[in-house]
Each structure stands twice: as structure tokens, then as C-alpha cells.
């Protein structure tokens, strides 16, 4: 029987035009995201920790314009800034800034983390391409794609920040950056000039936090409406906050006050670490810690 080649090409011009699949960047990270050998232990498909899924949708939250996250090592943040970026590449294309410490940083972050999650997911490799290929017109630190260019510098730059026009950008490390941008300044006001002119602008900016009163990190949370992840008791179903040290005063968040469980362990015996929570004071030890993650929101 011959082909309809009229219905095939039909056929061919609805997909080519249809929308894209409406989803949430932690979902879009469940689907296509990798973890790559050259950043992993455990290379293999990505999957969001519970703790993670809040910083990654708040990107695609039209209400929200700065993501801020004051945060502890280790925790993913590298991968979210990727999936963020993949999820912009793939279905929401726009021109993108990411700011690293230094320009060393930048480099390694680019040639390391960056670089290697386009080529590890199918999706993204197909509109960014091979860096080895001279045909896209990539580099370390620029990368082409249908609808934008992701523009990778470092803080320490002067120039890295001219001539860029970004709805989106992403501040990486920031209690390690230098002082200034050379005479340009504050990088933060910077960047964040970059996208004045977009209605739907995303800044991001995240970091480890240094030393106290003298961080940004720091600064721009208070700023920030001070979001908190609450994991639950397995023993009596209290609700809790965990921060290493204890506060001076009460944390309240949108009206409710949040209690801290107290981080224990006994002298010299690092191993009997744990938090005791402070509805029915049980000890919780890492056995625990699965589970109350899972849970947690």
C-alpha cells in the first residue's frame, strides 16, 4: 500500500509546531537529567532529592524573580544551576549568564560540569552541540543555541559583564568572589543590570555562606522571604528546622514560628551524632535520616 506522503508531512508539521510538554524543571530533571562520570561518583540518571525540588521550581515560579539559597556544602546546588540551564535550553530558550568566583572558575566549571551535561543529555547535545565542533561557534565560556547564548564569566572580570542582555542569571559561589569587578563594581548590581530590560527576568544567587555580617550570601537572604526545609519527628510527628547552631531568637516564617532541633553528640564520639528533637526530645541518628528526607518539604 503506498504512503500518503500529504498525511506524513501533515504529520511531521503538527509535531514540528506543537507546544512544548508543560513541566516543572524538578520534573524536567527526573526525565532527561544525567549525572556525568567527569562530576559524579555515581554517574546515571538524576534524581531530585525532596530537599532540592523547591530550589529548582522556583525558577519557573511566575511570582518569583531571585531564587536565594544560603546554603551548606555538598548539597547539589552545581546540578541545579544545570538543570536550570538545561531545562532554559531545552524548553524555555533565553540568553543566560552564569557568574563564577573567578575566571579560572568559570573555565573549570564550564570545561567540567557545563560541557559535559549538554553532551550527556540527548536534548541539549542536539541544540548546543559537540564542543569539539567548529560549526556551532561554541566556547568554554560561550555556548549557542536556537532562541539564546549562555554567557559563562568569571567575577573577577572588568569586561565580562558588558555587552550581555540576559533574562536569566545565575550568581554561583558569591561569598567568593573578590571585592569588585575591577573598577566596575559590585558584581551582583552588575549582573542583575544585565536583565533590566526583561519583564520575566530570573536571578539566582546562591552560596555557601563565610563570614558573618560580611557575607552576601547572607545579606541577600534576609532580603529574601526566608524559606526553610521542615523535616517531621518519626517518633511523635513534631515539626522541625535544622541549623547547626542554635538561634538567639525564635525563627518565625510567614507568621509561624518554627522550632530548631538541637544537634548532639557525646565527647570525643563524633560517631553518636544526632538531633534531638524538640517536641518529645528522641534522639535522631542517621538511621533516621532517609526517611525524615523523603518526607520533608
Not at 55 to 72: C, G, T, Y
Not at 179 to 188: C, H, I, V, Y
Not at 215 to 237: D, M, N, Q
Not at 277 to 286: E, R, T, V
Amino acid at each position: 500500500m503506498p504512503l500518503n506522503l500529504a498525511s506524513l508531512l501533515a504529520e511531521d508539521a503538527r509535531t514540528a509546531s506543537a507546544p512544548p510538554p508543560r513541566l516543572t524543571i524538578s520534573e524536567w530533571a527526573d526525565q532527561y537529567g544525567v549525572l556525568s562520570a567527569e562530576s559524579s561518583a555515581e554517574p546515571g540518571p538524576w534524581r531530585t532529592y525532596s530537599y532540592q525540588k523547591a530550589m529548582l521550581d522556583a525558577f519557573v515560579q511566575p511570582e518569583v524573580e531571585r531564587v536565594i539559597v544560603l546554603k551548606s556544602a555538598r548539597i547539589g546546588w552545581t546540578k541545579i544551576l544545570g538543570h536550570v540551564i538545561g531545562y532554559h535550553i531545552h524548553l524555555d530558550p533565553c540568553s543566560m549568564l552564569v557568574v563564577q568566583p573567578t575566571i579560572d572558575d568559570a573555565e573549570g566549571w564550564s570545561k567540567e560540569e557545563c560541557q559535559p551535561n549538554i553532551e550527556d543529555t540527548p536534548v541539549l547535545l542536539e541544540r548546543v552541540g559537540d564542543q569539539k565542533s567548529r560549526a556551532t561557534g561554541n566556547t568554554i565560556t560561550k555556548k549557542h543555541y536556537p532562541g539564546g547564548i549562555l554567557h559563562i564569566i568569571g567575577a573577577n572580570s572588568p569586561r565580562g559583564f558588558r555587552r550581555i542582555s540576559t533574562r536569566l542569571c545565575l550568581f554561583d559561589e558569591v561569598d567568593g568572589y573578590p571585592p569588585t569587578a575591577g573598577t566596575e563594581g559590585d558584581q551582583l548590581k552588575l549582573g542583575e543590570k544585565r536583565t533590566e530590560t526583561f519583564w520575566n527576568r530570573k536571578i539566582g544567587i546562591g552560596s555557601t555562606p563565610t563570614e558573618k555580617d560580611l557575607s552576601r550570601i547572607e545579606k541577600s537572604y534576609e532580603r529574601s522571604s526566608k524559606g526553610y526545609f521542615v523535616l517531621t519527628c518519626p517518633e511523635c510527628g513534631g515539626e522541625h528546622i535544622r541549623l547547626f547552631r542554635q538561634p538567639e531568637e525564635p525563627i518565625t516564617v510567614r507568621g509561624q514560628k518554627l522550632k530548631v532541633a538541637h544537634l548532639y553528640w557525646e565527647d570525643d564520639l563524633p560517631h553518636t551524632a544526632g538531633w534531638i528533637c524538640p517536641d518529645c526530645g528522641s534522639l535522631l541518628d542517621h538511621s533516621h535520616h532517609r526517611r525524615m528526607m523523603e518526607r520533608g518539604y
